[in-house]
């Protein structure tokens, strides 16, 4: 994607027309124009000015750095003064009561009882909260999840929450270098720990709700519906602003590639796997967290996920993830399809449906470099 597909789609994803950008630099309208269209470019100055009109960084605006991923974030604050009612009704006791930074789809509280420890976690959907209490009390056997003890719906009856027991340990995301290459190991046990959890008796497949239930009939049922116009209806991309060539591609890579799946197993699949949902201390996997994307498949699907996202964090898991596992050009072949759903799928929920994700001119780079070299 070159600069000028950049400046129309930034511009088109602020919801203005050239002519009120134009206007708002006082230039003319062709002459923006002439740089989405890669005809000539602005310089120094009007790049700054758009980064400000657009509101964006400037790497936002050229590089695309944008470093999250989810729903959109909470947008009403609830008081200490909130937040120690609800703790208090389950946790009378409760002290050192303080929030916790960097979540992007709740507030998260810290607080203590006794010598346990505990968080609370508002703004979610409560079938979210409830998802993560089935998810525990499926897997407490075998991986570290986190304990959810409650669920609840706050007094305005939408804002759900949910207390679990505290897991000590940092996202890999904050570890350095050393601690990276020191939990490889260990992480690579834990996913082949999650290959080895029975799920052959659950219902469907793909995402699951809070009772274990999933919709599809089967796991190519799940993969095809990218292409099904009622569940993504990719007609809206060109008014968003988003060249639809790079989607046209992966779709027809995945149809030509789709024979190659075949599922030995029925697997459950974390289905977000990153360096912000894994913490870990001491050389050790501590917990694998925010299982809402959580499904039932094909294993492998949360190994292309890691491939796909690529992040510099998880380097050391990625080489490890490409010698165990790509190991025949079968399966490279059906990782190469889950790559591009996956990829395809960031595209549908952040351009079409408006929720923050990481930059789409990232993910639209990353699918064209994928469509280009993987096989």
Request: a neutral charge.
């Amino acid at each position: 994607m070159n600069i000028g597909e950049k400046l129309k789609l930034r511009r088109k994803k602020a919801g203005y027309t050239q002519e009120r950008v134009a206007e708002m630099m006082n230039i003319t309208r062709q002459t923006l124009s002439n740089w989405e269209i890669g005809k000539n470019y602005p310089d120094i100055d009007s790049i700054i000015t758009l980064s400000r009109i657009y509101k964006l960084s400037l790497d936002e605006l050229l590089l695309g750095k944008i470093f999250f991923k989810g729903v959109l974030e909470v947008k009403k604050k609830r008081s200490e003064d909130q937040i120690k009612k609800i703790i208090k009704n389950h946790f009378s006791s409760a002290r050192n009561i303080k929030e916790l930074h960097g979540g992007l789809v709740s507030q998260t509280f810290y607080f203590e009882e006794d010598n346990n420890h505990y968080v609370m976690q508002i703004g979610n959907r409560e079938e979210i909260y409830k998802k993560e209490k089935w998810v525990y009390s499926f897997l407490k056997q075998t991986i570290p999840v986190r304990n959810v003890l409650h669920v609840g719906v706050m007094e305005d009856h939408v804002t759900a929450y949910s207390i679990s027991e505290y897991i000590e340990g940092s996202k890999v995301f904050d570890l350095n270098s050393q601690e990276l290459y020191d939990i490889a190991s260990d992480l690579m046990r834990k996913l082949e720990r999650l290959e080895s959890v029975d799920v052959s008796n659950q219902q469907g497949y793909g995402r699951y709700d809070d009772k274990g239930h999933a919709a599809f009939p089967t796991w190519n049922d799940f993969i095809k519906a990218i292409f099904n116009k009622d569940i993504y209806n990719w007609g809206a991309l060109e008014s968003k602003g988003l060249d639809t060539e790079v989607v046209n591609k992966a779709m027809k890579e995945i149809d030509a590639y789709i024979g190659s799946i075949t599922l030995e197993k029925k697997n459950l699949v974390h289905g977000d796997l990153g360096s912000f949902n894994v913490l870990a201390k001491d050389g050790k996997v501590t917990g694998v967290i925010d299982w809402s994307l959580s499904m039932y498949g094909d294993h492998l699907y949360d190994k292309a996920n890691i491939l796909f996202w690529n992040e510099d964090k998880l380097q050391p898991f990625i080489q490890k993830i490409t010698k165990k596992y790509i190991v025949s050009s079968e399966i490279k072949e059906r990782m190469y399809c889950y790559m591009l759903r996956i990829g395809l799928e960031e595209i549908y929920n952040t351009v079409i449906l408006d929720e923050v994700g990481y930059d789409i001119e990232w993910v639209a780079s990353r699918l064209k470099q994928i469509t280009e070299n993987f096989l």
